[in-house]
């Protein structure tokens, strides 16, 4: 069965810092994995997925993520955190069992700090 | 109005009221589905709709009760709910069942 591990449930950081925040998959067929952002009082809006090709994605606000098929990780890391950063986090696995399915993590809250 | 919208953003029912959360899509996708978001929880998959047929429900209570009359429109019936059904309700569309999703603003419902 798939799963997807959001590993911290909270990750406090102070503004400038860099921040990673971790996302692991159980799957045994091939994925597409995706990385969604919820900010307060809104749905979910993508920040940035893989489907197949270079392993480093990367989205329009300075976030990247890395597909790494051995660790069965898609960590989402950011060198430099904004105050505008400070949201939900949404990691999300896409996979074909006798059809597509997407399962999603239970999330991170990323609190950025002045 | 381009996107996913859905309404009303805010509700307050009671246990024996009957109401309905309706989610609209303009972006010509096929497939639309229902999530549930509460505190401290994963977000649940309710129900997903492919073409207006229902294609997976995930053991969710019969007060819920979904519609899709067409493509671009998905309902959500409530009836007889209980205080733990508060909770965000959020629609998505995507292009295929399983694609990149495009989620609405979320209706907050609070039963009481």
């Known amino acids: 069965a798939q799963s997807v591990t959001q590993l911290d449930s909270q990750v406090p950081v102070f503004e400038e810092a860099p921040v990673e925040l971790r996302c692991n998959y159980s799957s045994s067929v091939s994925v597409y994995l995706f990385w969604y952002v919820q900010y307060p009082n809104q749905g979910l809006q993508l920040l940035l997925k893989y489907l197949s090709g270079s392993t480093l994605v990367e989205s329009i606000n300075g976030f990247e993520a890395e597909f790494n098929k051995s660790q069965t990780s898609f960590h989402l890391r950011k060198p430099s955190v904004h105050i505008s950063d400070t949201a939900e986090y949404f990691c999300?696995?896409?996979?074909?069992?006798?059809?597509?399915?997407?399962?999603f993590g239970a999330g991170t809250r990323l609190f950025v700090k002045a | 109005e381009t996107g996913v919208t859905q309404t009303p953003r805010h509700l307050v029912m009671g246990m024996t009221n009957k109401k309905s959360l309706k989610c609209e899509q303009h972006l010509g996708h096929n497939a639309m589905y229902w999530y549930k978001q509460s505190a401290k929880k994963p977000l649940e998959l309710m129900f997903v709709y492919s073409l207006e047929e229902r294609v997976e429900n995930n053991s969710v209570p019969s007060r819920f009760s979904p519609e899709c009359p067409n493509s671009s429109h998905l309902f959500l019936h409530l009836h007889t709910l209980q205080p733990e059904d508060s909770a965000l309700y959020l629609c998505?569309?995507?292009?295929?069942?399983?694609?990149?999703?495009?989620f609405g603003p979320g209706t907050r419902l609070t039963v009481l």
């Open positions: 998505a569309s995507s292009l295929g069942v399983g694609e990149e999703q495009f």
């Open positions: 999300a696995v896409r996979a074909y069992t006798g059809g597509f399915k997407t399962i």
